[in-house]
């Protein structure tokens, strides 16, 4: 990557240009300390176009014909998918345990939806899939699950169910044994849970793609995502799922992504041994 660098350049006013643009499309914001970050992700695509500049690679993203396929190519390169199963498993718990039975005694008939919003290859609606067929609750209510990602080679891996042994560090075996079959050292996902999961891709800054998948939702699971927009992106979000999520509408997020500093109309509620932010 060094050598991308070195040829490539990225002078101040350029990183400016990109940096902002990409903000503005994926809301994700590298201010000027992470300026060899940016570069490092972006340069084989701006070096596999033939082009000399970062700055060509602007103007290609913001003006021309074919920038939206040349956007799915920057989302797969800037898209962080580090996640494994039953990741701070508390707020799953305070889901099955606590809103779901809530939920389907008043509204025995009406499905409930819930939305893992930036699930990267899968673990996270899987792990709402898992923890609600051991409770039984598929049973029991109609339950609808998305999960959806900005990348689209992520929601490809999701879509295939095939996993690492990285993935079930934090999974008991007794779950992966039950849910999951080893194939040549990669663990393949039980095709009746998986089907469970309605693959999307979507883009947490594009109003018609939160819309599409936020109306009517009562659960929006949105974490580790916002330790990585800049303020003004994570406000911006947090008004459209409030606008659009059903009330009461419960969103969960990373546990190192408070949002108590920030003005929102989200009322924090402690849960179990969970928090949540909710709509009233």
Known sequence: ?????????????????????????????????????????????VVDRGFNSFLDYYY?????????????????ALSVQETYFW???????????????QYFSQNPLTPLRIWSSACATG?????????LSESGWFDRGPIQIYGSDASTAAIEKAKR???RERAFRNLVPRLRSKYFSERERHWEIQMELHRRINWRVANLAKEDDVSMLATNTQIIFCRNLFIYFSEDSILKTLKMFYRMMSSPGYLFVGASE????????????????????VKR
């Open 258 to 277: 408070s949002l108590l500093r920030l003005k929102t109309d989200f009322e924090f509620q402690e849960l179990g041994a969970a928090f949540v932010y």
């Open 161 to 163: 169910g095939v996993y």
């Open 123 to 131: 673990e996270e609606p899987l792990t709402l899939a898992m923890a």
């Open 87 to 101: 990741r701070e498993i508390d707020q799953v718990h305070a889901v099955v345990d606590i809103l779901v039975p």
């Open 60 to 76: 290609l993203l913001r003006y021309d014909s074919g920038a939206e396929e040349e956007w799915k190519r920057v989302l797969n």
């Open 1 to 45: 990557m060094p050598f991308y660098r070195d040829t490539l350049g990225l002078p101040d006013s350029a990183f400016a240009l990109l940096r902002d643009l990409i903000h503005e499309r994926t809301g994700l914001y590298y201010d000027n300390g992470k300026n060899e970050l940016l570069t490092d992700k972006l340069s084989p695509l």
